[in-house]
């Protein structure tokens, strides 16, 4: 933690590494916290270089950063380290998959995403939104002394999540599903030293050794959920596993299979909840810090809500409450460290990138970076107000171009509605304990979010 900004009262942030790193100092640093690789001047600089086994580029100018994820995609996929890491669990799904195997998948799936099916699913978000009030009031009411919100959080959004991808709950063991995605997260989403010394991919990564039985489990229980509705048919109200199922490339007319539904169906399972549990889980850790933002935010939920949990109509009319959501997405992006492996020559920023080069996109950085934001490690939801300003790739929680997140209308939502049904019902204040911000595969409150809570 770095204690300077803590004294100026921001926000927990990562300390800016001010030395320099060699590989066996780097795979080390990064097993602790990837963010704590950055360099301080990629904070106030548009690209840093450098060379720790293979030459590497951090980029933080919105121009190259369109470039990469836009204008010249295909000649960014997704370097060998991502690969490693997520392969294991996600399979060939769309968010590991490059070129036209991702293409027909991306146009498949896209319907089930579209904002009527996001839309149609609210009910179970507001249902969440409702049993985590429960349990919340019931720890108040116990006279808890502080409540790990990050925990609740995960609770909140693995019922969504769960409920959304397999409706009936056919062979669906919750508490084992989310056992194997925390397994799965700390073993094999772990940096080895040998991804940072650019070995193979056949040399064996001995921290991903012994996370075969676990992510077994984890594909198990959606080839039985998959296997299961097969034979049963789809709901009455489609979740996502059947629109997956109805999906169908337009171009070719090609369909999902039981192993491309299952990929999917993890990669979703996996990164749907975790994200959208740290978002909320943040957004109410900064709503505890700034009691003002608390109550301007808590006024505009009781406004439209009225006592009820929030829907899918009431997100338009609650701003303010997005405006938190984004400014907590600005602070504390839950994939704040993306890679790239340069397949062809190319310059960025002026500067040149051979074949093989990793092109590394530090969230974190840009999301804070001097050039970029006023004040940028202050908590302030009025930057992303109606009317404001910015260029596109300065911000990106969701990546962007034609691989930006498939669910970020669904995360946003989902987001807004737990938000407001809480904050209207509750009072967040800080306890003692102060998180520290720590990335693995996922930027994660180190030590919980324990608030003190108490009812409005």
């Known amino acids: 933690m770095d204690k300077t900004f803590a004294a100026q009262n921001f926000p927990p942030r990562v300390t800016p590494n001010r030395r320099r790193l060699g590989p066996i100092g780097s795979a080390l640093v ?51 380290v991502t690969r490693l890491m997520l392969e294991p669990a996600v399979g060939q799904s769309m968010f590991v998959a490059e ?61 969504v999540i769960s409920d959304v991808t397999f409706s009936d709950g056919a062979g669906f063991d919750r508490d084992e599903v989310h056992t ?21 991919a056949w040399i064996p990564r001995p921290g991903r050794l012994f996370q075969g039985a676990t992510l077994r489990r984890l594909k198990g229980v959606a080839d039985r959920s998959i296997a299961a509705r097969r034979a049963s048919g789809p709901r009455p109200v489609p979740d996502l596993l059947d629109l997956l199922q109805a999906g169908v490339d ?17 990669t979703f399972i996996v990164a749907g909840h975790e994200t959208t549990a740290l978002t909320l889980a943040w957004a109410l850790y900064l709503c505890a810090f700034d009691p003002a933002i608390q109550e301007r935010a808590a006024e505009e939920a009781q406004a439209v809500l009225g006592g009820r949990v929030a829907g899918a109509g009431d997100v ?120 520290e911000p720590r990335m693995i595969l996922t930027l994660r409150p180190h030590g919980g979010v324990w608030l003190a809570v108490s009812p409005r």
């Open 30 to 80: 990064a097993r602790r916290n990837v963010l704590e690789l950055i360099p301080e001047i990629a904070y106030r600089q548009p690209m840093v270089s450098g060379k720790t086994g293979k030459r590497w580029h951090m980029v933080m100018d919105p121009a190259a950063l369109r470039r990469v994820l836009k204008e010249n995609v295909a000649d960014y996929p997704k370097s060998l």
């Open 99 to 159: 070129g036209a195997h991702w293409r027909w998948q991306r146009l498949a799936a896209a319907p089930a995403f579209a904002q009527r099916h996001v839309d149609a699913l609210a009910p179970v978000m507001s249902a969440a939104a409702e049993a985590s009030i429960r349990r919340i009031g019931a720890g108040v009411a116990e006279g808890q002394g502080g409540i790990d919100i990050f925990a609740e959080m995960v609770a909140a959004t693995f019922e």
């Open 180 to 200: 194997a995605v925390d397994r799965y997260i700390a073993g094999t989403a772990r940096l080895s030293v040998l991804d940072v010394l650019g070995a193979p």
């Open 250 to 266: 337009p171009e070719t007319g090609r369909r999902m299979s039981d192993a491309d539904l299952r990929d999917n169906l993890v």
């Open 316 to 435: 338009a009319n609650l701003p303010y409450l997005r405006q938190i959501v984004e400014e907590t997405l600005r602070l504390y992006p839950p994939a704040a460290f993306l890679s790239r492996t340069a397949a062809a020559p190319d310059e960025l920023g002026g500067r040149e990138i051979r074949s093989g080069d990793t092109v590394m996109l530090p969230i974190y950085a840009l999301h804070r970076h001097q050039l970029l934001w006023d004040d940028p490690d202050r908590f302030d939801p009025d930057r992303f107000a109606a009317g404001t300003q910015r260029d596109r790739f300065a911000f990106l929680p969701f990546g962007a171009g034609p691989r930006i997140c498939i669910g970020a209308g669904f995360a946003i939502q989902e987001s807004v509605i737990i938000l407001a049904s809480l904050l209207a019902r509750f009072r967040f204040a800080l306890t003692a304990q102060r998180p």
